[in-house]
């Protein structure tokens, strides 16, 4: 047993904390100084002197939620106190995902779908270091742990995208990604749906996938397809994953569009089976609606599309795409060259793929929340308690402690950071105390920017940052780097 100190800068006392670990909750005091966990114990606050102390009666105290995909890439420079996420009860952010992240790409416009971080005057980054200079120098309130985009890459070294890279080329990325994995990036992620990666053979991605053995990296993949090819997207990502030795991360797992719902009994028994060979793991978010760029070939054989943002209408921001397009009296790629560059969210899953995803074994959750939009697709603010609030505790899909282990335990492991994710001394104090009776989101389709309920309490490496539902000015984030970094 560690010794119990005699003093601590703040002490949580009178709560129930939940580890993380997947263990059943207790009731714990727990003392923070600087930015670590000093001591855990029952009646603490008898034994120690504290600076602060927060009264956590009544409530679960739990690691801080990692969200495991995002594209927070600039959110965090624009916005550090990253209100929508922080509201939520989220500590770390896993940015750069779907291929797209902020560096390296700089002095051009984007192609899409990289246009969700922002246009040309946002993509200012050569290297990834120096991206990460600028987060240090003015840090947000929470910590991320940047992924470096497969498609940033193609955008910087090739003049059309739209192909497969040449040998040369495939040079230029691997150096350009070894900057990156040297200045700390956690791994690679591929979006090989979108235009400007789909015309990628494997190869290509198994060759700069390798590069990450050296630096203990992660491989995280928006597959080529999430609808009726599905299976064969998944064998992709697992030969990618064999073939260049690393462990991968499915992203956002869905079965997207009419024909392939029910698929996710498959996709899920095959990536249960390659388990017991190779490193493979999925995030998730809680909606049958995804969100992403308007592109009229995603539009056809959608229920319902939401227009979410749209650079020639902004106007027409939260409209559904056909009243729009019936307004106009115009086809479909018409309204969408009319509307673009613009985004949408599209309703094509069904439920009983999302709730058999969610109770697959170490699931994680991510929001996928795009944070520029105009009228974002809810996941942005209420993804946590969702999960929490509807799935866990109105559904029954599983017990809170399990929640809560794939929101932080299990991340925390998969992407290698190191001493989060778990209430334990000596671990970094990123923490959240919510109601477990009440906590439930408050966004929907029609009202996208609603604040959670139930969230009363967020600490970043020991610095309160959310109470009494507001930011407290806090921003005492960090880069999470990969331990093999070279720093
Ligand atoms: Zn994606
Ligand atoms: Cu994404």
Redesign the pocket.
């Known amino acids: 047993m560690p010794t119990v100190p005699t003093t601590c800068d703040l002490l949580i006392h009178s709560g129930d904390v939940i580890d993380g670990t997947g263990g059943v909750r207790v009731h714990l005091d727990v003392a923070v100084t600087g930015d670590r966990i000093v001591a855990l114990g029952d009646h603490l606050d008898a034994r120690i002197e504290a600076t602060s102390k927060i009264d956590a009666s009544g409530l679960i105290v739990a690691p801080g939620f990692i969200d495991t995909h995002t594209h927070d890439d600039r959110a965090v420079l624009s916005s550090p106190d990253m209100t929508p996420k922080i509201s939520q009860g989220v500590t770390s952010v896993v940015t750069g995902?779907?291929g797209i992240s902020l560096a390296p790409f700089a002095g051009r416009e984007p192609p899409p779908p990289m246009n969700l971080l922002g246009d040309g005057r946002w993509y200012r980054f050569a290297t990834m270091r120096e991206y990460m200079a600028e987060i240090e120098a003015s840090p947000p309130a929470l910590n991320l742990a940047p992924l470096v985009g497969h498609t940033a890459l193609r955008a910087t070294v090739m003049d059309d995208v739209y192909r497969a890279a040449t040998a040369a080329e495939i040079a230029g990325m691997e150096t350009l990604l070894d900057e990156a994995l040297e200045a700390g990036c956690i791994g690679l992620s591929t979006?090989l749906?979108y235009p400007p990666a789909f015309e990628a053979p494997t190869d290509e991605v198994v060759t700069l996938a390798n590069r990450l053995v050296a630096y203990g990296g992660i491989y995280a993949t928006?597959m080529r397809d999430e609808g009726t090819a599905i299976l064969d997207s998944v064998s992709e990502t697992l030969e990618i994953g064999q073939r260049a030795g690393v462990p991968v991360v499915i992203?956002?797992h869905k079965c997207n569009g009419r024909a392939s719902w029910g698929m996710s009994r498959k996709t899920l028994s095959a990536i249960a089976h390659a388990r017991a060979k190779q490193s493979v793991n999925l995030d998730v978010y809680p909606y049958i609606a995804g969100s992403?760029v308007l592109l009229a070939d995603w539009i056809t054989g959608t229920d319902r599309v939401i227009v979410t943002w749209s650079a020639q209408h902004p106007e027409l921001k939260g409209r559904d795409f056909e009243s729009i397009r019936s307004d106009w009296g115009c086809s479909v790629e018409e309204a969408v060259e009319r509307l673009s560059p613009a985004g949408g969210i599209y309703f094509k899953m069904n439920e009983e793929d999302l709730q058999r995803i969610l109770r697959f074994q170490d699931a994680m959750i991510g929001s996928?929340g795009l944070p520029h939009d105009a009228f974002p697709h809810p996941r942005l603010w209420g993804t946590f308690p969702r999960v929490l609030g509807h799935y866990c505790r109105e559904l029954g899909l599983f017990p809170l402690e399990e929640a809560v282990h794939r929101m932080t335990g299990v991340p925390a492991r998969v992407f290698g950071l190191t001493d989060r994710g778990t209430v334990r001394v000596g671990a970094h104090a990123d923490l959240v105390l919510f109601d477990a009776e009440r906590v439930i989101d408050e966004s929907d389709f029609s009202v996208p920017t609603r604040q959670a309920t139930g969230i009363y309490q967020v600490i970043v490496n020991g610095k309160q940052i959310w109470r009494g539902g507001e930011w407290t000015g806090a921003k005492p984030g960090r880069i999470l780097r990969s331990e093999r970094a070279a720093h």
């Open positions: 995902n779907c979006g749906a928006h992203s956002h992403t996928d």
